[in-house]
C-alpha cells in the first residue's frame, strides 16, 4: 500500500465517523513505516518534513543498502544515500536498474521528479580540492531538495586573493555553506565578509594535528565571526539539508529575493 493509499483509507474513516480528526491527526504524525526486518523504513517522513528518508549507507552491508532503496524507489520519486561504496551502489543497483552513483560525492541517488523550478540561492564554498568529496555530499543533498548550489572550490585562507575574487557573487546567496579542514578558518573570513547566514563544515582533512577533523570542529565553533552555525565534522548532507530548508523558507517568504531558479542542474 502506498502512502497516498494510507492517507486516503484514514481520510475516508474520518469522513465516515469511524475516526475523529484529532485521532488522525496522532495517526498522520507515525504513519506508515515499512519493516525489513533488518530497518524500518520511513515513507512518512516526507509528508512531516518535506524531504524523504535518507539512507546512510556506512555501516550497512550491500544486501541491506539495496533493499532499501528498492523500498524508498516503490514508493517516492527520491531516493538519496550517503556515505555510500561502489559495492553499495552495485549491489542497489541490481534492484532499482535507474539508480545513479556520484562517486566524488560518495552518494547513490535517484530522482524521478526533478522540480519544474530550482531554488537558487545557496552559495557552496570549499576551501581546498581535498574537501570536494564532503561538499559534493552537499551539492547532491541540495539537488535532490530543488536547489541550485553556486559553487566555489578551492578558495582557501592560504591564497585569500582566491575567496574575494569570487566575493560579489557569494555575497548574492542567502546563506552560505563553507566546507574546511585543517585549522577551519574560512567560514570565519567568509562570515566577517557577507550578510546572510553561514553554516560551517569542519573536515578531516589535514595532517596529525588535526585530529581527524577535530580541530577545524573547535576553530569553527569558537569563531569571533557572528551568524555562524557549526555541523559535524564531513557532515555535508547536514549542511545542506539545514540550508535548503532556510533557503526555500526565504523563496516562499519573499519570491523575488535570491532568483527564481532555473531548469539547469
Not at 515513507?43 to 544486501?63: Q, S
Not at 517516492?76 to 556515505?83: D, K, M
Request: aromatic letters at 4%; proline letters at 5%.
Amino acid at each position: 500500500m502506498s502512502v497516498e493509499d494510507s492517507i486516503r483509507g484514514l481520510l475516508d474513516r474520518v469522513c465516515s465517523r469511524e475516526k475523529s480528526v484529532d485521532e488522525a491527526l496522532a495517526a498522520l504524525r507515525t504513519l506508515p513505516f515499512e519493516d525489513l526486518g533488518h530497518t524500518k523504513v520511513d515513507h512518512h517522513r516526507v509528508l512531516r518534513r518535506g524531504f524523504p528518508e535518507v539512507i546512510y549507507c556506512a555501516g550497512k552491508t550491500p544486501r541491506q543498502v539495496a533493499e532499501i532503496a528498492a523500498a524508498f524507489s516503490t514508493r517516492s520519486g527520491g531516493v538519496l544515500g550517503t556515505r555510500a561504496s561502489q559495492e553499495h551502489f552495485d549491489a542497489a543497483r541490481e534492484l532499482v536498474p535507474d539508480l545513479n552513483y556520484d562517486a566524488t560525492a560518495r552518494a547513490i541517488w535517484l530522482d524521478r521528479e526533478p522540480p519544474d523550478r530550482w531554488l537558487e540561492g545557496v552559495a557552496l564554498v570549499a576551501a581546498g580540492t581535498s574537501d570536494l568529496p564532503v561538499a559534493e555530499e552537499a551539492a547532491r543533498t541540495l539537488e535532490m531538495m530543488g536547489q541550485l548550489p553556486a559553487r566555489f572550490c578551492d578558495v582557501g585562507v592560504a591564497g585569500l586573493h582566491r575567496l574575494l575574487a569570487h566575493l560579489p557573487e557569494i555575497r548574492k546567496a542567502n546563506v552560505v555553506i563553507v566546507v574546511a579542514g585543517m585549522e577551519g578558518a574560512l567560514p570565519s573570513v567568509v562570515a566577517g565578509l557577507v550578510s546572510a547566514p553561514v553554516i560551517a563544515v569542519p573536515t578531516s582533512v589535514g595532517y596529525g594535528a588535526s585530529f581527524g577533523g577535530l580541530a577545524a570542529l573547535l576553530g569553527m565553533l569558537n569563531s569571533c565571526s557572528p551568524g555562524i552555525s557549526v555541523v559535524n565534522i564531513d557532515n555535508g548532507f547536514g549542511a545542506a539539508y539545514q540550508a535548503a530548508v532556510i533557503n526555500t523558507a526565504i523563496h516562499r517568504s519573499h519570491p523575488s529575493v535570491g532568483g527564481n531558479g532555473d531548469n539547469r542542474r
